[in-house]
């Protein structure tokens, strides 16, 4: 009989580079665990760091600096071009991801999820493959990212209008008070849904810890599925 499937959450925000490298690992992953189902599930990095009284780890000098180092390092590691660019500061905290956010949950709602991921990683792709890196807040970079996609232009037009519908707002307030609830504090943070327990996970070097709680094996950093 085959194993019921584990239900994982991705809990992510684009601003954030951390959760470009787990949502690739899992993506990577999600056709090799077969006990993984993978929901990917936008939240607002910003909202969790306020709530749960945590802050950006650019406002430490220190951890600023080991970050530049590891995603060097990184970046090599799992084989993901990803840069913080000089003008990431900006992008993060004067423009912020609200925007973003909403254009990838009315995505995730008007395709019925089948675009989130693609949707995602050309926003990510934006900021952090770029110097300096791209807005992802304007209607114009949204559109550039249909474009890339080969949206057609009436389902862009669609996801647009659902970017300001309540249902989009509410599903990303959701999704960010579902994550604090299980104790959030940052991002990538990940559910992992195990009979009647629920482990939360922080951050994207957990994912042995995943494999472990699947019962799977960990092959390291690259599979088949490793091509952007
Ligand atoms: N060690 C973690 C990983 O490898 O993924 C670090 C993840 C991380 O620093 N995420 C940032 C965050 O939310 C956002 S990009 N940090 C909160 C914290 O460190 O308390």
């Given amino acids: 009989m085959a194993k019921s499937k584990i239900r994982v959450d991705l809990f992510y925000d684009v601003i954030s580079p951390y959760s470009w490298v787990a949502f690739e690992l899992l993506c990577r992953n999600r056709s090799v665990w077969n006990s993984m189902q993978l929901n990917l ?72 999820s089948t675009q989130t991921e693609h949707v995602s990683r050309e926003l990510w792709k934006r900021i952090f493959t770029n110097e300096p890196g791209l807005d992802i807040s304007e209607e114009s970079s949204f559109r550039e990212v249909a474009d890339k996609l080969a949206f057609e232009s009436s389902l862009f037009e669609r996801i647009l209008k659902a970017m300001d519908e309540d249902e989009t707002k509410q599903r990303l307030k959701q999704n960010t008070e579902e994550a604090l609830r299980e104790g959030a504090f940052g991002a990538p943070t990940i559910l992992v849904h195990k009979a009647d327990t629920t482990h939360m996970l922080f951050g994207s070097d957990k994912i042995e810890l995943l494999a472990f709680l699947l019962g799977e094996k960990y092959m390291g950093p690259l599979t088949e599925h490793s091509k952007l």
Avoid at 72 to 82: G, V
Wanted: hydrophobic share 40%; charged share 20%; glycine share 4%.
């Fill in 41 to 112: 599930r936008p939240f607002l990095l910003g909202a969790i760091m306020k709530e749960s009284g945590n802050k950006p780890p650019m406002f430490v000098e220190n951890k600023s600096r080991y970050m530049m180092n590891e995603f060097a390092l990184l970046n090599k590691y799992y084989q993901i071009p990803l840069k913080i660019p000089s003008n990431f500061t900006e992008l993060a905290i004067k423009k912020g991801s609200l925007r973003a956010m909403r254009f990838v949950t009315a995505t995730d709602l008007v395709t019925n």
